[in-house]
Each structure stands twice: as C-alpha cells, then as structure tokens.
C-alpha cells in the first residue's frame, strides 16, 4: 500500500542525493536504540554499507556495501501518480516536502549518520496519506488539467496509478515522463499508462522487474498507451533486452519511432530482440552509454527497413565492418566518444571507407575517439579527411558542411594522398577520391611542415580582440575551434576559469556582428576574416 513501509517496496532517503532502494526489512535490530529499523537494499553502493548484517545478526542478504539500517522518518515512499500530478501541476504541498527541509537543517547543525549507531531514537509509525476525492473535486482538477498535452512528472516518487477515475480523463494528454519514480513493476506501470493513449512514455531509472509472456499479455492486453506509442525512452532499466523480447512478441508495438536503451550496460543484441516483424517502423535506437565494443554483437539492427538513426555514442567500438548489406534506410550514424583507430591506420581507413560504402549515410559524429584524432594530427585534420573521404556527407560532428570547408577539405585530401603513397607505397591511382579532386583542383604543392596541413602563413587570421574595454591583436589559425578560441581568449586577458566566456565578432566589411555560438565549429566556419574583431563578454 502506498504510504507505508512494506518490505518489497522500493523507496529512497530524505537526503539530498535522494538515494533509492528496496525495503528488505522493517523491524527491530539488535544494538539499536529505536523499536524499528528499516533495512534497505540501495541500488548504489555506499561508503558505509554492508551486506545486511549488524555484529553477526542476519536480517536480510544483499551484496556487501549496499545494505543499509535508516531512521523511519529518513525513509520516503511511494505516492500515487495523481497525487504527483497535484504536486507538479495542481498547487497542492508535497507532504514530505517538510521533512526533506528538515534534513538540511539537520545536515547543517550535525554531520548526522543514517547508520544503526547513531541514529536519534523514535518509534512512531511513518507513512503518507492521501484522501479520496468526490466528483465535484475530479470536476474541478480536471479543469485544472485539461488543457496538458504534456506531463512530466520525473523524481516524484512515483510507486501506483492512484485515482483512476481522474487518469481516464486524461486520455488528450499525449506525452508522460515518469523517469526516476519507484515503479517496481510493470503491473505498476500498466496502471498508470493504460489509462492513456500515450505516444511518447519516459520510464527511465526505474528498478523494473523482469516480465514474462504471461504478465505481458494480463498487464498490456487492452492497453491503449502501447497501441499508439511513437517514442519509448529506457534509460538504466535491469534487464531491458529480455523485457523488450516480450513486449516484441506480445505486439502492440508495431508503430513505435524511436526507442532510446542507454545506460543499460547493453554489450550485443540478439535477433529476438528489436525484430523487423515486432518494431517495423523503427527509425531511431539509440544505444549510447553502453558496454558495445563490437559492431557485430548489435548486427541484427541492420534488418530493421525503417531504422534512418543510430546512436552509439560512448561506447568501447574501435572499427566498423562493411556496412554494404543490411541498413538500407540509415542516414545518421553517431559514434563520438568511442576508441576508434586503436587498432591502427590501416584498420581506421577500413572504417572509414565502410561508412562511405553505406549508401544513404549523410550525418555521422566522431569527436573525441582519441586515437582516430591522434592517427591524423589533430580533430581538425580528421575533420577534413572524413569530409573529402565521404563526399556524400551534409552534416558532421553536428556541423553543416559548407562549400568552402568542402574545397579546403579536398586540397588537403590532395596531399594527404600523396604523402600515403609516399609511406606506404600504395599506388595513387589506387586511393579513393584523389583523380577526382586533382580534377577539380589541379596539383596542389606539398606543405614545407608535412601534407597534413597547408602553408599556416596563407591559413591565419588577424584578429582584434576586444573584452572590457581592453585591446588586443593576435593571428590565429582558421581551422582553430571555437572551442580552443575560447581558451585563448581566457588566457589572453585573465577571464576567471569560474565565469563563462561567450564569442561573437563584428565583421570590418559591413559591420554586422554575428555570435561564435558552436565550440566544435572551426572559426572559419563562420564569415570571419582579417581585420574582424573578436567580443569576449565574460559571466
């Protein structure tokens, strides 16, 4: 029941980290100085934890450092989702708002431990009430209500639906976000979205259990919430493939859009899961966050018809096999963050050259896989080699790709070619690209410093620098990143490492002023040129 302490409920602490976990005990402990205790299994680790035993008594098992004895009165529970709804929206106190108050103050006055040992003695009964309400309070909430299309009502402590009267009246409302909440399971989770016809649902950090065939098809049978769901987002859910398989194969799902799984320590996805048959119009996964360090363990995304969007950011990916057969819809692949070119050179070109195989692929991401930066000398070398390598692309690193980068980008190709023929003796005709480009640009003369970059003399900008009503002058690289412009502009006139530094820059030609407003952005990207003088304003 909502508002009591009930070993299997899930809840979490008064503190301001809000801590969650499972009750596993309600009662006595020996060498305590209160009547009752409650023994909770916490998601996380704790500096003080343990494994559920206090000076050799045993009242409950969990893994060593995860268990701990709290104070009643620390220990928030579950609410109704129309109780939340009053909260967020209707005006109406947080009952426990009072004593979240209290344990600041408490922090403040006393570094006081939640720990059996030194925890302030008490043995009232703790819970939370909600009434019921007549027609005429439904009728007037609903007013209040009516005209949400949208509803988020992330961290609130979430554990049942509540009133479902109310809730069936709240069938217009077309986005729910319920992330961070104590939903347990998924009849929980049935309560609360059968009453909607719900196309975006957000169920993220909640510790779900695991869901049979048989509970699929008692929770979900007459489910509206599935039949019309567009965008289902499972950030930090156990055992998220094995729930997936059974929603799959229970149906209901077949015109889901978009399904983000981060998170979720997700290492490889079998052919059961996320089929073709089951989430046919599919067009974005999003796998960010995980445990994926071989493109092949998630292969069977390749069979969705509609997937146009991957996301594979933040992984441990370090090469990317041929992309020929299967994704026959993708058009953006995002891969920052990973390992790529670890491997070496020649396994990185591979790579690169399986990505310009895949036909409709316009947008990828690469930032910050370090080793693939460090293979061509900078992020703003590999930024032009993947332009000129991939002609096709429109977008990269999230960055349009303008006319004027595209031609730098196939001079520098141009020399990076040569110099590869040079090293490895690969035969020029051989290297992708480098007729076309000779074609459009005629021989272009290797750089003194190597082919990885052109004369710096012809590539640098003379800038004037103005921040508090201080001047400067300095030449800078065109291909600096705005990024990095920004650390020299702090530099350049001491700007506190506290405060944050906004770029913008007024053009000598026709003096309009227009704000460096992207860090990944080269600065020509922008219409800047020698003589501009560049606004550093500092907050």
């Known amino acids: 029941m909502s508002g009591q302490l009930v070993v299997g409920a899930r809840a979490q602490l008064d503190s301001p980290e809000g801590e969650k976990g499972t009750i596993r005990y309600v009662g006595p402990v020996v060498g305590g100085k209160l009547p009752v205790y409650v023994g909770i299994h916490f998601d996380l680790k704790r500096p003080r934890g343990h494994d559920g035993s206090v000076k ?12 701990a004895y709290v104070h009643p009165k620390r220990v928030l529970v579950g609410i109704p989702l129309t109780a939340a709804l009053d909260i967020r929206y209707g005006g109406v106190a947080d009952p426990d708002e ?42 007037q909430r609903l007013k209040q209500y009516s005209k949400l299309k949208q509803i988020g009502l992330e961290s609130m ?62 929770f979900f049978s007459e489910a509206k919430s599935l039949k019309y769901l567009r965008v289902l987002v499972l950030h930090n859910i156990p055992g998220i493939l094995e729930i997936l398989r059974v929603l799959g194969e229970g149906g209901g799902l077949e015109v889901l859009e978009e399904i983000h799984l981060g998170r979720n320590k997700i290492e490889s996805i079998s052919k059961s899961v996320l089929t073709p048959k089951a989430f046919p119009m599919l067009r974005l996964v999003n796998l960010e966050f995980n445990g994926i360090a071989n493109f092949t363990q998630i292969q069977p995304l390749s069979l969705l018809p509609k997937l146009e969007t991957l996301l594979l950011g933040h992984n441990m990916l370090q090469s990317i096999p041929s992309l020929k057969s299967g994704f026959p819809s993708l058009t953006t692949l995002y891969m920052q963050d990973n390992i790529i070119g670890k491997e070496g050179l020649d396994t990185a070109l591979d790579t690169i050259s399986h990505l310009d ?16 930066e460090t293979l061509f000398s900078g992020e703003s070398n590999l930024r032009l080699f993947l332009i000129a390598r991939i ?36 035969p020029i005709s051989e290297i992708p690209y480098y007729s076309l480009y000779t074609s459009r640009h005629g021989a272009i003369p290797d750089a003194k410093k190597g082919p990885e970059t052109t004369k710096l003399s012809k590539n640098l900008l003379h800038l004037n620098f103005s921040c508090d009503e201080k001047t400067k002058k300095k030449k800078v690289p065109g291909n600096m990143l705005v990024g990095k412009l920004q650390h ?52």
Not at 56 to 67: A, E, L, V
Not at 357 to 371: A, D, F, H, S, V
Not at 499 to 526: A, C, N, W
């Open 56 to 67: 050799g008594n045993r009242y409950f098992q969990c893994p060593n450092g995860y268990g």
């Open 98 to 139: 009072k004593r979240i108050q209290a344990y600041y103050k408490r922090q403040k006055a006393k570094n006081e431990s939640e720990d059996v040992t030194e925890t302030v003695a008490t043995g009232e009964k703790v819970g939370v009430d909600f009434k019921l309400v007549g027609e005429a309070e439904i009728s």
């Open 157 to 218: 402590r979430i554990s049942i639906s509540g009133d479902t009267n109310l809730l069936k009246e709240l069938s217009h409302v077309k986005s729910l976000s319920l992330d961070n909440n104590l939903l347990s399971d998924w009849k929980q989770v049935a309560s609360v979205v059968n009453s909607f016809e719900l196309e975006e649902l957000h169920l993220s950090n909640n510790a779900l259990s695991a869901l049979t065939a048989k509970q699929e098809k008692e």
């Open 357 to 372: 195989e895949c036909k409709g692929l316009t947008n990828i991401r690469l930032q910050r896989n370090r080793p693939l």
């Open 391 to 426: 002609p096709k692309l429109s977008v990269l690193g999230l960055s349009n790709i303008r006319k004027k980068e595209r031609e730098n980008a196939e001079r520098y190709y141009i020399q990076w070619s040569r110099k590869r023929n040079l090293d490895t003796k690969v």
């Open 488 to 539: 020299l502009c702090r530099r350049l006139f001491k700007v506190d490492r506290g405060m944050e530094i906004q770029l913008s820059f007024t053009s000598i030609k026709d003096g309009v002023t227009q704000i460096l407003d992207d860090s990944d952005r080269p600065v020509r990207h922008y219409p800047i040129g020698s003589g501009d003088t560049v606004h550093i304003s500092a907050s």
